[in-house]
C-alpha cells in the first residue's frame, strides 16, 4: 500500500535537546512538507521540498531544520532554538506543489 | 484579509442534517480546489478535488465552485456521526509552481 509514515507517533524532548521526526513516502511523490499544528489551529508550513537535495522555508521555519537526501524521505529537526516545540507535526507530499498533498499521521510533540 | 477564509465553527448538526461547509479567497488565479477530512489526532485525507468552477459529486458528498464569487463549498447529505471532523478547504493555482493554501478547518459534530 502507498502512503506516508511518520514515526514516532509520540515524542518528548528535554530541554536543550534537538530531535529528529522521520517521514517517508513511497508514493514516487517529487514534493515533500512539514507543517505544525497546534490545537483548534490550521496548518503553518515549517518547510517543503520539491525536489531531492532541495528545500524552501516555510512560514515558520525559525527552530527547525531538514534535509532531503532521498526522494522517499525528508526528515525534520527540531532544535533546541525552538522555544515552544509541543505541537502536533504533520509530514505530506504531493506529485507537484499545486496537486493534493497526502498526509501522514503525524507526530506529537511534546516537551518533558 | 487571509488567502483563504473559513468559519472555524464548531457547527453541531442532528443525525441525518444536510450539512453545508463554505470556504471564500481572495486570490482569483486559483483553479483546484480541495476538500480535506481530519479526525482527531489523525492526518488529513483528501475528499474532494475539483478543477475550476462546477459541482462534483461524490457518494454523499457534494463540492461545488463559484469561481466569480470566490467561493467554495462542500455539502454532506444524510450526515452521521462518524462525519464528525475538522474539514480544511484548500486551494492552488494552475502553475506546477503554485502551492496549496489550505484554510483554518471548519469543526463539525453530527449528533446521533
Known amino acids: 500500500d502507498g502512503g506516508i509514515t511518520q514515526s514516532p507517533k509520540y515524542l518528548f524532548r528535554k530541554e536543550g535537546q534537538n530531535v529528529t521526526l522521520s517521514c517517508e513516502q513511497n508514493l514516487n511523490h517529487d514534493a515533500m512538507y512539514w507543517y505544525r499544528q497546534d490545537p483548534g489551529q490550521g496548518l503553518r508550513l515549517i518547510y517543503y521540498s520539491q525536489i531531492v537535495n532541495d528545500f524552501q522555508k516555510g512560514d515558520i521555519a525559525e527552530g527547525y531544520s531538514v534535509s532531503r537526501e532521498k526522494k522517499e524521505s525528508f526528515p525534520l529537526t527540531v532544535t533546541s532554538a525552538q522555544k515552544n516545540p509541543t505541537a502536533f507535526y504533520l509530514c505530506?507530499?504531493?506529485?507537484?506543489?499545486?496537486?493534493?498533498?497526502?498526509f501522514g499521521d503525524g507526530t506529537r510533540l511534546s516537551i518533558l | 484579509q487571509k488567502e483563504v477564509e473559513q468559519d472555524p465553527g464548531p457547527l453541531s448538526v442532528p443525525e441525518g442534517a444536510i450539512v453545508s461547509l463554505n470556504c471564500t479567497y481572495s486570490?482569483?488565479?486559483?483553479?483546484?480546489f480541495m476538500w480535506y477530512r481530519q479526525y482527531s489526532r489523525k492526518g488529513p485525507e483528501l475528499l474532494m478535488y475539483t478543477y475550476s468552477s462546477g459541482n462534483k459529486e461524490d457518494g454523499r458528498f457534494t463540492a461545488q465552485v463559484d469561481k466569480s464569487s470566490k467561493y467554495i463549498s462542500l455539502f454532506i447529505r444524510d450526515s452521521q456521526p462518524s462525519d464528525s471532523a475538522t474539514y480544511l478547504c484548500?486551494?492552488?493555482?494552475?502553475?506546477?509552481?503554485?502551492?496549496?493554501?489550505f484554510g483554518p478547518g471548519t469543526s463539525l459534530s453530527v449528533i446521533p
Open positions: 484548500a486551494m492552488s493555482g494552475r502553475t506546477s509552481y503554485d502551492k496549496v493554501i
Open positions: 486570490n482569483s488565479a486559483f483553479q483546484y
Open positions: 505530506a507530499s504531493s506529485i507537484r506543489p499545486n496537486q493534493p498533498q497526502h
